[in-house]
């Protein structure tokens, strides 16, 4: 059990309710101008610390976790995704892990049905062309998109987040179908009408777009590969607000660019904040900074999922949102 007042360490400026709360409960150490910290300052911060608050643009590796103090027990990570945590590390550290799963279930939905309309429709385009005063009024035949409605949407993740978007898809009136590595309940199929597609590149050969929310890992990196992206139709479109990683960047750039894809629209990439130059150029494609969880709800939500997982940790408790826990003396 911690000190009534644990030291929390959080590296980069959370919403100001958040940072309040936190300043109340415990004794916070503040990123106030919100610089991207190197690994050597994380360490140096945490020289006192019992927890650390990272977010995903922080690499926590096994070099840091080496470096830590030994009073440090809790990685309470402000986000979902703890693919940038060495997690072997951790548990050998006796380091436990939380995060901030269901809060950002609507909002990454909404994100995923914005960029399925901007996509076919050319919004991007067309806020260009307006901007540029390059538009010379309506004809019949300008800018000519694509209909959603009564189109095939294939799903690669049907977990909280992927039946949130098939919800949402199914008031467009579209056709849901999914690849899952488990099938979900008969009930949940029976609500969203969803088909199940055991083999991925069965499933990829036969939709008009595909909406990427499954998780990263060792099986998922490059999921759709070269090999994979080629097997979609020429008037597909690809959505991800999944993690980068998942698709092979440079491939879906190529295949943008030689229009073997209709088009694609990203709110990750591989190596955020970078995106690929392949990308940038191209007029087919929805480049998004990863606005997933961007709404003022969602973040105070996952402020407070951290606050919750610090406090039963430090009351010893187990906390509720535990990824591993440390089995480490």
């Not at 939905?109 to 050319?122: F, G, I, N, S």
Request: glycine share 8%; net charge negative; with cysteine.
């Amino acid at each position: 059990m911690l000190e009534p007042k644990p030291v929390v360490v959080v590296t980069r400026k959370l919403p100001d309710l958040v940072e309040t709360r936190m300043m109340e409960l415990f004794d916070s150490a503040l990123n106030a101008d919100d610089r991207p910290l190197t690994g050597d300052e994380i360490i140096a911060a945490c020289a006192q610390a019992d927890v650390l608050v990272p977010t995903v643009t922080d690499k926590i590796t096994g070099e840091l976790i080496d470096a830590l103090p030994d009073r440090l027990k809790l990685i309470a990570n402000f986000g979902v995704g703890v693919n940038h945590i060495d997690l072997a590390a951790c548990e050998a550290h006796g380091v436990t892990i939380t995060n901030t799963p269901g809060v950002l279930t609507e909002d990454t939905a909404d994100m995923t049905l914005a960029l399925l309309l901007a996509a076919p429709r050319r919004l991007m385009e067309g806020d260009r062309l307006v901007r540029s005063g390059g538009w010379t009024g309506w004809t019949p035949t300008f800018m000519i998109g694509d209909r959603i409605a009564g189109k095939r949407l294939g799903i690669i993740g049907m977990g909280r987040i992927g039946q949130a978007v098939a919800r949402r898809a199914r008031g467009f009136n579209m056709s849901i179908h999914y690849h899952n590595r488990n099938r979900v309940h008969a009930d949940v199929e029976a609500e969203l009408e969803a088909t199940w597609w055991q083999d991925l590149d069965q499933m990829l050969a036969h939709m008009d777009y595909i909406s990427v929310n499954c998780p990263l890992n060792t099986e998922t990196y490059h999921l759709l590969s070269e090999k994979r992206l080629r097997l979609l139709q020429p008037h597909a479109f690809v959505v991800n607000t999944a993690r980068g990683e998942i698709i092979d960047e440079a491939a879906l750039a190529r295949l943008l660019a030689e229009g073997a894809i209709a088009g694609a629209a990203l709110d990750v990439y591989e190596r955020e904040p970078d995106v690929g130059p392949g990308l940038m150029k191209l007029d087919n494609v929805v480049l998004a900074p990863h606005l997933g969880s961007a709404t003022r709800e969602g973040r105070i939500a996952m402020g407070e999922k951290v606050m919750i997982n610090i406090r039963a940790f430090a009351d010893g408790h187990t906390p509720p949102d535990r990824v591993i826990h440390g089995n480490a003396g």
